[in-house]
């Protein structure tokens, strides 16, 4: 019996829903920091690609999209 | 009439906040250069809730929160795979390499993404076929959680609710911006993220604590009388902390219907892959991780352990099961619990977080749905591009959204979760399999990525309209054509969901015809995963 409940298939479950939480909590935090050291790079290339999918929403589909921030 | 009066004030009030959170961030950056500066500086949590406010919608809290009702805390496994497989698999290996090579091909869609890395233009303009009608049943769905919720809280005429809030969205899309603003998406998951958490710490509170009402639930199964759950039994329920019977039609329900096809289908769903290519970098990424978990956990574990433990509530209250007080309509029970155990004012803000997950989900849809069809179905087909294409993509939007509306009013009872499901397990057994060896494989071949997205696509809807019970009886054309109700009517095939007859095939010949076909050239590749996995 672990939290009122006695089929460890759904305690299982309700004990796993929280681990894999904390495990999202803990990745999050060891890799605060990782994956921006090249993020000049990085920046570049999103911009780039934020600009032509502007152009393709205004220009080629009128899609409303003028204040995308 | 009065409830009416008030719930217009609060959404106007709704509205105009949204509307300003996106008019503020609108003029804080004009540019695209001053939204990636600005973007640098941007609070890891802004991307996290904005991912988490699209995956979650009405369907998810209204549709599978009361699912849980019938279908008691096994559910909870859907909420460990959304946060699995939704976030941590979903941004750790998907996203990073996703961003990376969506950036290397240029694709600005998820299906010119598929296309490009296998050098087929069949790809694009099928997937986007694919895209584009499958996501008008799930818009259908999205709208049928909001107004079950109007109708059955604050008495809103069912109908009306559903046109008034299908109107409120077209709005919203129109002036607010087609795509929900980065900012706005973040505001409407704090509101989301508010709503539940409430719901989480009052539910345990009516019921006197964690142990104590999840033991109310483990008990009750042998407290009500036998003829109200005789006919669930009689499937294979066992009760409401317990798994169903293995292999029975309810365990296959369950198991492979509402905990495999949504929690693994997220993987492929167009309008989140999409998200990853407009990360600035990996580090928001990881760091979003932590937020979406912590989020992803508070919105599906608050609605199927609420959805759950209503049972307990309405027993201990009107000696009645869930679904008895909503007459046999699951997409009831959490609208049903609010009215009777929460206060008024909690009901409004219950809907101002439902309205933020449908509109946050919506605005995603239609502007996957228009880009399906503007970009990747007419200009792939008539190799044109501007010009008539924007009529094209906007036609479309307002035909999807008058057939979503038209959905919701023929729909049948208890739908939200089914068909949310259908969605995702069609995407699933139709994009997973290449998305997967897009990012992870080399030796997949344009011919293998064809062929598992055509047969995948195909068993799918060959499974749902001949063999799964849920679909097939209501399409009944294999009634028409075989008097029967469906192929194979021996246990447990017409419970099983088509996911799991579907997606191991597209996998199995995506790899066979790869392996037997020819490989991409070095060059195609090396462009293609320049950068990728690092």
Redesign the interface.
């Known amino acids: 019996m672990v939290?009122?409940?006695?089929?460890p298939?759904?305690?299982g479950?309700?004990v796993?829903?929280?681990l894999?939480?904390l495990?999202?909590?803990v990745?999050?935090?060891l890799?605060?920091?990782?994956?921006?050291e090249d993020?000049e790079e990085?920046?570049k290339?999103?911009?780039?690609?934020?600009?032509?999918?502007?152009d393709?929403?205004e220009?080629?589909?009128?899609?409303?999209?003028?204040?995308?921030? | 009439m009065n409830d009416l009066l008030i719930l217009s004030i609060v959404v106007v009030i709704y509205l105009a906040l949204t509307g300003y959170v996106g008019y503020v961030a609108w003029r804080r950056t004009k540019t695209a250069d001053d939204y990636m500066v600005a973007g640098r500086e941007t609070h890891p949590f802004i991307m996290a809730l904005s991912y988490g406010a699209t995956f979650i919608s009405t369907a998810a809290i209204v549709g599978f929160g009361g699912t849980a009702g019938i279908y008691g805390m096994g559910l909870l496994w859907l909420t460990f795979l959304n946060i699995l497989v939704g976030i941590f698999i979903a941004f750790v290996f998907f996203g990073k390499r996703t961003r990376k090579m969506g950036h290397n091909l240029g694709a600005l869609t998820f299906p010119e993404f598929l296309s490009k890395r296998f050098d087929s233009r069949f790809i694009q303009y099928f997937s986007g076929i694919v895209i584009f009608l499958g996501m008008t049943l799930y818009a259908s769905v999205v709208l049928i959680g909001m107004a079950r919720f109007a109708e059955t809280t604050l008495s809103i005429n069912y109908n009306i609710a559903l046109i008034a809030l299908a109107v409120i969205v077209a709005l919203y899309v129109i002036f607010g911006g087609i795509r929900g603003v980065m900012y706005t998406d973040a505001l409407q998951g704090s509101i989301m993220f508010v709503g539940m958490f409430i719901l989480l710490v009052a539910i345990y509170w009516i019921l006197g604590g964690v142990g104590e009402a999840n033991q109310a639930l483990t008990n009750l199964v042998n407290s009500v009388p036998a003829e109200a759950t005789a006919k669930a039994a009689a499937t294979g329920f066992t009760g409401w902390t317990s798994m169903p019977s293995l292999g029975s039609p309810f365990w296959w329900t369950l198991v492979s219907t509402l905990v495999l096809g949504v929690g693994i289908g997220v993987l492929s769903q167009p309008q989140l892959a999409v998200r990853f290519m407009t990360v600035k970098s990996n580090r928001e990424l990881n760091r979003a991780v932590l937020v979406g978990g912590i989020f992803i956990l508070l919105m599906t574990g608050t609605a199927f352990i609420v959805g759950a433990l209503s049972n307990v509530y309405f027993f201990d209250t009107i000696g009645k099961l869930s679904l008895q007080v909503v007459e046999g309509n699951a997409d009831k029970i959490i609208p049903a619990f609010i009215t009777s155990a929460m206060p008024l004012w909690f009901a409004y803000l219950f809907m101002i977080t439902l309205l933020s997950a449908a509109m946050s989900t919506l605005s995603a849809q239609i502007h996957t749905q228009g880009t399906a069809l503007g970009r990747d179905i007419y200009e792939t087909l008539t190799k044109k591009t501007g010009g008539a294409s924007v009529y094209v993509a906007r036609l479309g939007i307002a035909i999807a959204m008058i057939i979503a509306v038209i959905m919701g009013f023929i729909l049948p009872p208890n739908i939200i979760a089914v068909g949310t499901s259908m969605w995702f397990s069609i995407t699933a057994a139709a994009f997973l399999s290449m998305y997967a060896f897009a990012l992870f494989w080399k030796g997949c071949t344009k011919a293998g990525a064809i062929s598992g997205l055509v047969i995948g696509t195909l068993v799918s809807l060959f499974w749902l309209v001949f063999e799964y019970a849920k679909s097939a009886e209501a399409l009944g054309i294999v009634k028409a054509l075989t008097g029967n109700a469906m192929l194979i009517s021996s246990a447990p095939w017409p419970t099983v969901d088509p996911i799991v007859i579907s997606l191991p095939i597209a996998f199995v010949v995506t790899v066979v015809v790869s392996l037997m076909t020819k490989k991409p050239s070095k060059e195609h590749l090396e462009a293609c995963f320049q950068g990728v996995g690092k």
């Open positions: 939290l009122g409940i006695d089929d298939w759904i305690w479950a309700y796993g829903c929280i894999v939480t495990l999202c909590v990745y999050g935090i890799n605060w920091n990782k994956g921006g993020e990085q920046v290339e999103e911009l780039n690609w934020h600009k032509k999918e502007k393709m929403e220009k080629e589909l009128g899609l409303w999209d003028e204040h995308d921030a």
